[in-house]
């Protein structure tokens, strides 16, 4: 395993961020909680989230690496969904607001979905998130993430 001898991660990450309007709050506080670890990657996020991180991170003195695509109503999901496709994602956050429907489904479905087709893990809440991005397996060269395969399986009874 190559880790470095301080316990922070070797390799960098692209990092897709996105948070429902309720769950902003949410992210922008595991962002900051964060902060020391987030800096040391590339931070991809919808458009409102985005700036409410690199503000709150920013008004801590943290300098981190921030992408905004368009906000999750507009297309922001999308994007960051063919970013995924075209393997440009290692880690995805959704804080997804669950208990009010929303105007984009279709889409929010759709980033869903792409996570799992191309075996990019996804974090729908804070403590899965914690556990994904202070995983050793991130740095280990030996691990390599097995392909998710989609087979008819045939039981016989």
């Given at each position: 395993m ?12 692209k990092?897709a ?9 949410d ?5 900051i909680?964060?902060?020391?670890m987030?800096a040391k ?8 989230t985005g ?5 709150a991170l920013k008004?801590?003195?943290v300098d ?13 999901d999308?994007?960051?969904a063919?970013?995924?496709v075209r393997?440009q ?17 279709a889409?929010i479905?759709?980033l869903?979905?792409?996570?799992r087709v191309?075996?990019?893990?996804i ?6 998130a914690?556990?994904m ?15 998710p ?5 045939d039981?016989?009874?």
């Amino acid at each position: 395993m190559n880790k470095q001898n301080d316990g922070t991660m070797k390799k960098q990450l692209k990092i897709a961020l996105v948070a429902h309007d309720r769950r902003k709050a949410d992210m922008v506080e595991w962002a900051i909680f964060n902060a020391d670890m987030l800096a040391k990657h590339q931070l991809i996020c919808t458009g409102t989230t985005g700036s409410l991180i690199q503000q709150a991170l920013k008004d801590k003195g943290v300098d981190v690496d921030i992408t905004c695509m368009n906000s999750g109503p507009l297309g922001g999901d999308a994007e960051i969904a063919a970013l995924v496709v075209r393997k440009q994602i290692n880690l995805a956050v959704f804080l997804i607001d669950d208990l009010n429907a929303q105007p984009h489904e279709a889409d929010i479905q759709m980033l869903l979905r792409q996570c799992r087709v191309h075996n990019v893990p996804i974090a729908c809440n804070r403590y899965s998130a914690d556990l994904m991005i202070t995983s050793t397996l991130w740095d280990n060269d030996d691990y390599i993430p097995k392909e998710p395969r989609y087979v008819r399986f045939d039981r016989e009874v």
